[in-house]
């Protein structure tokens, strides 16, 4: 049978999709574009923002009206923020749990042509173990170490969806990162809810997964795909300042640049804290790309309030900001704040505080202009190859390279986003 997934929302979800379909081949069946007419389309869904619970539902619809006939399954976090939603076709219904036995759902479904609703009134309190050993058409392979989040920040559904912190034990770990490098994958990315979190419920941390994952034979490059700040403690900088197999990049969530909204959001720093460490990781690592989240129009931010973010965002010099506008999600403490900020001018927050990205963006490439990079190949289009440098850099080079190897390649000018190399 043909199987189209659609995946939604962060680098998690990606990795679960890539099981999924990994689970599926393995046991016969045809993995298909989502496009295409298929028997059984799954969509993985995100309920990080009203979009995207808004795309969530779009695609679940655009895939019962694609085939009526097929066997529709939705499964993630939109659904378990929504327990009770319903859609005339929808066939298998799962939550964030039991992603993992997909297959029996499947075969139980095609049994008896009855719905399937797998949701449950508890959190779930173990980690759902999920092992992959290729991901196709990709060079750089993600490895989920961690689910759930405690954090609790206020404007946050997601410790509601995903549960408690939990952990993937060490040796399955490194068996997994093992098994993906001897298959030919150059880069892995270690990913979770919490990433930095990890090992809290397995009486380790994430600075001794680090020293282990360093130690494997054939990695070229690990990077962590989101780290809280009060999670590079001085034992995960010293990792990271002796071994150069983690690139030079990190990727450090802000939220907010005024200390009062960082208190409403209930983040676990203040700026001076947040400065502190950027400073202590800049003095191991000077040349390191270090991007952040940033959202806007938070309940109570006033103007001084968001041009104080934008003015710490520019001292802080970030290679590149991604920014949200607030979005209310029920059931957070933020629904409960007063003094909520107007679409127009959430909009207008945003788009100021992109156009510093751009600027700080194209700063941070120009630091590299006439000098050799380290370039990963992972495709080529129009005649020009493209690839990353371990800090992220987006390069193109106008000449057909073997994919899935590394170039040294000097950057000679900037054509935003690209650095255009040779």
């Known amino acids: 049978m043909k199987v189209g997934i659609m995946t939604l929302g962060c680098k998690v979800n990606m990795y679960e999709s890539e099981f999924v379909a990994n689970h599926l081949e393995k046991n016969g069946y045809e993995i298909c574009d989502f496009d295409d007419i298929c028997d059984i389309y799954i969509i993985n869904t995100c309920t ?22 097929a066997c529709i399954v939705a499964m993630g976090c939109f659904i378990e923020a929504n327990k009770d939603y319903q859609e005339e076709g929808l066939d298998i219904v799962v939550g964030t749990k039991d992603k993992s036995k997909i297959i029996d759902l ?34 750089r392979a993600f490895v989920k170490i961690q689910d759930g989040c405690e954090n609790f920040c206020s404007y946050c559904i997601i410790p509601y969806v995903r549960g408690k912190c939990r952990s993937k034990k060490m040796e ?11 298959n030919g994958y150059q880069e892995i990315v270690l990913t979770g809810i919490h990433t930095g979190n990890y090992g809290v419920d397995l009486d380790t941390n994430f600075a001794n997964l680090l020293k282990e994952i360093v130690k494997i034979e054939g990695l070229k490059r690990l990077r962590i795909s989101s780290i809280e700040i009060t999670e590079l403690t ?9 071994n150069k ?24 720093y203040d700026m001076s804290y947040f400065y ?19 959202i806007v129009g938070f309940p109570g931010e006033e103007d001084n309030m968001f ?10 010099n970030f290679s590149k900001i991604h920014v949200f506008p607030f979005s209310l999600r029920k059931h957070t403490k933020a629904e409960e704040l007063p003094n909520h900020i107007d679409d127009i001018t959430k909009k207008n927050r945003v788009k100021k505080l992109l156009s510093l990205s751009k600027q700080l963006e194209i700063n941070y490439m120009k630091k590299f202009l006439n000098k050799e990079v380290e370039v990963l190949i992972e495709g080529e289009k129009d005649g020009y190859s493209f690839g990353h440098t371990g800090n992220f850099l987006n390069v193109k080079i106008r000449k057909k390279l073997k994919n899935n190897t590394f170039y040294q390649v000097k950057i000679k000018d900037i054509s935003y986003p690209y650095c255009i190399g040779e």
């Open 48 to 69: 990080v923002t009203n979009t995207s619970d808004i795309k969530s539902r779009k695609m679940i619809r655009k895939a019962i009206s694609k085939n009526p006939e």
């Open 106 to 139: 499947i075969k139980a479904y095609f049994d008896k042509k009855d719905q399937i609703r797998r949701l449950y009134k508890e959190e779930a309190t173990t980690f759902e173990d999920m092992y992959i050993d290729k991901f196709p058409g990709r060079t």
């Open 172 to 182: 399955t770990v490194l068996s997994e990162i093992k098994e993906l490098v001897s």
């Open 234 to 242: 001085d034992e995960v900088l010293e990792v990271i300042k002796n």
């Open 245 to 268: 197999v983690i690139v030079d990049h990190l990727h450090v969530p802000l939220q907010a640049g005024s200390d009062e909204i960082l208190k409403l959001m209930n983040r676990k």
């Open 276 to 294: 502190k460490k950027i400073e202590q990781i800049r003095n191991i690592r000077p040349d390191i790309a270090i991007s952040t989240d940033v």
């Open 307 to 316: 041009n104080e973010t934008l003015k710490n965002c520019q001292k802080l």
